[in-house]
């Protein structure tokens, strides 16, 4: 177990202080030389937006993390390694164009992360299918998320489109896996912890 916990501050700490290695480039790339007509108010917003967005990948991480820590099951083990993975690309992208809009990423990640990986924890030692289940209920939600943002980006910045739809799709392919694995719905109670964090999340990390 002390093995474990150690393993896990070693992830965390590399993960806010060393550039993460994906395997994908950015779906941005295809549009590197359009020179969208932005306004510095859309470039704000745009960045604010995809600040959440980042944020929301590092808590992706967390809760994977959390839900490994206690799982026993083979199967369900490598559905969340390869979800974290290819989501380990979401967070790169996020942090790239975050930095071409002229943002910064959200101060509070750490205690986000911190919160998203108990939670994790949580459903992982409760039951593998409800374990499941979080992971199906967590990329329903974060796909209805990116959508809500696809809404209120300018239409022609291309980059950001391409990213957050990308972003989508692979959260929905993540969702069908875990159901096809025979995923359980939450218990009513940790339903109630996802929407709080979710919304204050989003909230806070658009400012700070």
Not at 51 to 56: D, I, L, M
Not at 199 to 208: A, E, N, Q, R, V
């Amino acid at each position: 177990m002390i093995d474990k916990i150690i393993s896990e501050v070693d992830f965390a700490l590399k993960l806010f202080t060393l550039p993460q290695k994906g395997e994908r480039s950015s779906p941005s790339e295809r549009f590197a030389n359009t020179q969208p007509d932005l306004t510095d108010d859309d470039l704000k917003q745009t960045a604010r937006l995809m600040r959440v967005n980042h944020t929301g990948e590092v808590c992706a991480q967390a809760l994977y993390r959390g839900q490994l820590f206690f799982n026993s099951d083979e199967v369900t083990e490598k559905s969340l390694k390869q979800a974290a993975f290819e989501e380990i690309d979401h967070l790169n992208w996020c942090e790239q164009r975050i930095k071409e809009l002229g943002g910064r990423t959200s101060y509070l990640n750490p205690i986000f992360y911190m919160s998203s990986f108990s939670l994790g924890a949580i459903a992982g030692k409760i039951d593998n299918k409800i374990n499941l289940g979080f992971l199906e209920a967590t990329e329903k939600q974060v796909a209805a998320h990116l959508e809500s943002h696809i809404k209120k980006i300018p239409k022609n910045d291309k980059k950001t489109h391409a990213i957050l739809k990308q972003m989508k799709y692979d959260e929905q392919c993540h969702q069908k896996t875990a159901k096809s694995l025979g995923s359980k719905e939450l218990p009513s109670f940790v339903q109630k912890i996802m929407n709080v964090t979710s919304k204050l999340m989003t909230k806070t990390t658009f400012w700070i």
